[in-house]
Each structure stands twice: as structure tokens, then as C-alpha cells.
């Protein structure tokens, strides 16, 4: 059952998946393997973090035995659920959501600066935004990228 100030934390739509995936015997990495998706997507589909798309529906129903009208029924008792929530709920979802987003963005910066440290210490020039980035050049035995991308490719070859 849903906590109830987070409605898709345990939807009925995923819980409803996992169910027939059980009853089939089949783990995570099998169901993507036929839906033609990652491991990570049917875990979401089950955590209630994202929903297959509908145009799936049906092969999703014959790979797990499903009705459709099972699928159809769940998404609505779900949609219910989520437009019962109060506005205190609500709010802390978005706040919640908010929270989730300021940690994103710290990740990034953080990788930013591990990035600009790394080119900084390996002597490499980032062209200017913009400009296109040439291939790397040899220099006295040594080989300058001008992307970080071609940098972490480039390697000096031997002759012989």
C-alpha cells in the first residue's frame, strides 16, 4: 500500500507488474530482455517512478499475462489516488522533488570541478564554445588534446 504522502511510491500499476512477474517466475533482467528495455526501466515500472508507455501495453499483457483491463484499471486507481492527496501532500512532494533537484545540481558541480582539475592538471586546452575541437597534435613525444573527450582517447603510439 501507498505511504500516504507519496502515492507512486508503490503504485498500483507497479505492483501489479512485479505480481505477474513473480507468478511468471521471471527476474527484472528477463522481462527487459523481452520488453526490449534495461533492468533499470522495469524496476522504475515496478517502484512507480515511471509507467511503461501505453504503445507497450500490449506486449506487456502477453509476456506477463496481464488484461488489459487490469493495466487500465490500475493506472485509474492510481490517477485517483493522486488526485486524492491534500495540498500538504502535494506541497511535499514538490518540496521533496526540490530537494532531489538541488542534490542533482550540486552532483553536477562537483563533477564540473573534478573535470576542470583534471584537464587543468593534464595540460590540456578546451577550445571555446563554439569553436570545433581539432584532433590532438604531437609534441615532443607527447600527444595535447583539445577535448576532454579526445584526451581521455589519445594515447601516444609507439613506431615500429
Do not use: C, Y
Not at 20 to 28: D, E, F, G, L
Not at 40 to 66: H, M, N, Y
Not at 87 to 101: F, H, I, M, W, Y
Not at 109 to 127: A, E, F, N, R, Y
Request: glycine letters at 4%; a positive charge.
Amino acid at each position: 500500500m501507498p505511504a500516504p504522502n507519496n502515492p507512486g511510491a508503490s503504485t498500483t500499476f507497479g505492483r501489479l507488474i512485479r505480481k505477474h512477474r513473480i507468478a511468471k517466475q521471471m527476474s527484472q533482467v528477463e522481462l527487459a530482455e523481452k520488453m526490449n528495455t534495461e533492468q533499470q526501466t522495469v524496476s522504475r515500472w515496478e517502484a512507480g517512478k515511471f509507467k511503461p508507455r501505453a504503445a507497450d501495453w500490449p506486449r506487456l499483457s502477453r509476456v506477463l499475462g496481464i488484461p488489459m483491463e487490469d493495466m487500465t484499471e490500475a493506472v485509474v486507481k492510481q490517477s485517483v489516488a493522486h488526485a486524492k492527496m491534500s495540498d500538504e501532500d502535494r506541497q511535499a512532494e514538490v518540496t521533496k522533488a526540490a530537494s532531489r533537484l538541488d542534490q542533482v545540481e550540486d552532483d553536477v558541480s562537483s563533477i564540473l570541478q573534478t573535470l576542470d582539475l583534471m584537464v587543468s592538471q593534464l595540460g590540456l586546452k578546451i577550445p571555446a564554445r563554439g569553436s570545433e575541437p581539432t584532433a590532438p597534435t604531437r609534441r615532443r613525444g607527447q600527444v595535447q588534446a583539445r577535448s576532454p573527450r579526445l584526451a581521455a582517447t589519445a594515447s601516444p603510439r609507439k613506431r615500429g
